[in-house]
């Protein structure tokens, strides 16, 4: 008897120790984690964000890509907002394998207005147009500013990618 009462307690703190459990945070898998990793590395406002995020929450088991037999099959989709758009292209899984984002008058990074005004001292940007182009196939993000500038009466038109060279 006295062996057994604390094999007993023994053995409840062991069943107890194996009963515990542990909260893991929510993991969100995608496929189209390569999209995600891509535009995860730019600068982007809020605005811009939220678009994003229209995009990767389409639904691709509407109607709509049912009428695709073929992996190859692809279809677009167009999302608006008054700041910008996204023009993706999905296969029939859902996957994103391009698209074509064009937003306006929207910040434009660091790099670029340094490299605009140790060009052209003196002027000031009037409009800036943001373009970005993803690629799943090439696994690139290519960016490009269109940037109007203007001193007094003038106004030129510059093209620069996302580190202020000029193209």
Do not use: C
């Amino acid at each position: 008897m006295k062996k057994f009462y604390p094999l007993l307690f023994i053995s409840f703190l062991a069943y107890n120790i194996k009963a515990q459990t542990i909260a893991l945070s929510d993991t969100y898998i995608s496929h189209n984690q390569n999209y995600i990793n891509a535009t995860s590395l730019v600068h982007i406002s809020k605005h811009i964000k939220t678009l994003e995020n229209q995009l990767l929450a389409y639904n691709h088991k509407s109607e709509l890509a049912d009428l695709y037999d073929d992996e190859n099959d692809l279809y677009t989709v167009s999302f608006y907002r008054t700041f910008g758009k996204i023009e993706a292209v999905y296969n029939k899984n859902g996957k994103i394998i391009k698209t074509f984002e064009k937003y306006k008058n929207k910040r434009l990074p660091l790099e670029v207005m340094q490299a605009i005004s140790k060009r052209f001292p003196n002027w000031s940007i009037i409009e800036g147009v943001q373009y970005i182009k993803y690629d799943h196939e090439q696994d690139s993000l290519n960016q490009v500013f269109k940037v109007k500038i203007k001193k007094e009466e003038d106004i030129l038109s510059l093209k620069t990618n996302e580190i202020g060279q000029f193209l």
